[in-house]
């Protein structure tokens, strides 16, 4: 292997494709093949009647995911993002409201407040774990915050006993975002079973998938009944069902079909093996990438099981003397992506741009959340308000998915020499 950067035109580590990840097999296939021979592809009815609920997959596919998780109820919905709408329709958002929100995550769960008239206030990141800090979610709170919405990040555990007591103290709901955290663990519990309500992703690139979907859980009877009421067509079910509290149980059609659900039941079966998987791959990285001077591996509160949806690392750009963009577009020509994955690096600086900065809130679109009457509040989403956040994105956070279950210890090692050759010979990239 050439000492010359491959970015420089030197020879890469690697050119053969990582392997593809892929969880589905014959089980699932065999489970689809059930459903269409039944004939019986969704049974949900917006009306009161015993199919409210869904068809018998869907049932078994919520009961299936109530054991693995220990909640009382599951809720299937067609989407992560339709979840957390449901969410924060349950919880009895409407305008004027506040809703505490992460700047650092997908855009949905910000936009959800949104969704009911609710201005999103956005509370900065732990530094360490990179889910919401405690102290500056205590900051945001005003007599309008209505509710929290917590995200576990990357799949590592914000801190939920911290965040718990602010949101007692201040009779403050609390939803969790576990989109990428599923199993994932704080002191014994699993996320999305510690706050009011926990919503789970069953998106095509997340660890388990259904193509499209997701499950809210729920110990809470009556948030159960109004998320079930939300997520198919409530208002024709309220007057028939005898529900005296109307208040957000407006409906939408955010159902699951039975061939979804089927493609569930068989992915959760798997899910405690991949995340194994992704545990060890990640540790195994971590003290390989974590020993070249100027990168950190992810911090891991000793209570806290991370499952990994990607893994996160920090860059001194001081240590290393050059920018981490440079370095990262370095190791992007030394090894390549995956299949079906050719054109999309599995390596990128930074995560998302704070929300914030979206032109939906530089803006202030015209929508109600931020020009509503009943809202007596001032909100900014100056660049600024999340200095973390902000120095972790445009500075110092890289992150990858090379700890993905199927990689061998070989294509490992083939990451971790891209990253040794890159740094034995910064002075290339000076």
Not at 11 to 29: H, M, S, W
Not at 42 to 61: I, M, N, R
Not at 263 to 272: A, H, M, S
Not at 323 to 332: D, E, P
């Amino acid at each position: 292997m050439t000492k010359i950067l491959a970015i420089n035109g030197g020879t890469p580590v690697r050119t053969k494709l990582f392997p593809a990840y892929n969880t589905i097999g014959e089980e699932e296939k065999i489970a689809v093949m059930n459903v269409l021979d039944s004939g019986i592809l969704s049974q949900f009815l917006g009306a009161w009647h015993k199919d409210f609920y869904g068809g018998p997959t869907v049932q078994k596919f919520e009961k299936d995911w109530s054991k693995a998780f220990g909640s009382k109820y599951s809720i299937s919905v067609n989407s992560n993002t339709s979840g957390l709408f449901t969410a924060i329709g349950a919880c009895r958002i409407q305008p004027g409201d506040e809703v505490i929100v992460s700047p650092y995550t997908m855009s949905a769960s910000a936009l959800a407040p949104i969704i009911y008239g609710a201005v999103p206030v956005f509370a900065d990141v732990d530094y360490d774990n990179f889910g919401m800090s405690p102290e500056s979610i205590e900051k945001c709170i005003t007599p309008r915050t209505k509710a929290i919405l917590v995200v576990h990040i990357f799949g590592n555990p914000a801190k939920m006993d911290e965040i718990m007591v602010i949101a007692k103290k201040h009779n403050l709901y609390v939803i969790e975002d576990c989109a990428q955290a599923p199993m994932a663990k704080y002191k014994d519990k699993y996320v999305g079973t510690i706050g009011d309500i926990g919503v789970f992703s069953l998106n095509y690139h997340k660890h388990i998938h259904t193509g499209e979907g997701g499950v809210i859980i729920t110990n809470n009877d009556d948030l159960a009944e109004r998320c079930f009421l939300i997520r198919n067509h409530g208002e024709n079910i309220v007057y028939p069902k005898g529900v005296e509290d109307t208040f957000n149980t407006f409906g939408y059609n955010f159902r699951m079909t039975e061939m979804e659900a089927a493609v569930g039941i068989e992915q959760l079966k798997k899910l405690p093996a991949l995340i194994e998987e992704r545990m060890a791959n990640a540790d195994y990285l971590a003290k390989e990438i974590g020993e070249i001077n100027g990168i950190t591996a992810p911090i891991i509160e000793e209570f806290s099981k991370h499952v990994y949806y990607v893994q996160a690392f920090k860059f001194d750009q001081e240590i290393v003397g050059i920018h981490r963009n440079t370095f990262i577009n370095a190791i992007k020509a030394e090894i390549p992506s995956a299949v079906l994955r050719e054109d999309t690096p599995l390596i990128g600086a930074g995560y998302v741009k704070p929300i914030y900065l979206q032109p939906l809130y530089q803006k202030r679109a015209t929508h109600c959340s931020f020009n509503c009457e009943k809202y007596k509040g001032e909100v900014s989403y100056s660049k600024g308000i999340c200095p973390i956040s902000e120095k972790l994105h445009f500075e110092e956070l890289f992150t990858h998915e090379f700890m993905r279950p199927g990689m061998s210890k070989e294509d490992m090692d083939d990451v971790i020499a891209a990253f040794n050759k890159v740094a034995s010979n910064i002075a290339e990239l000076r």
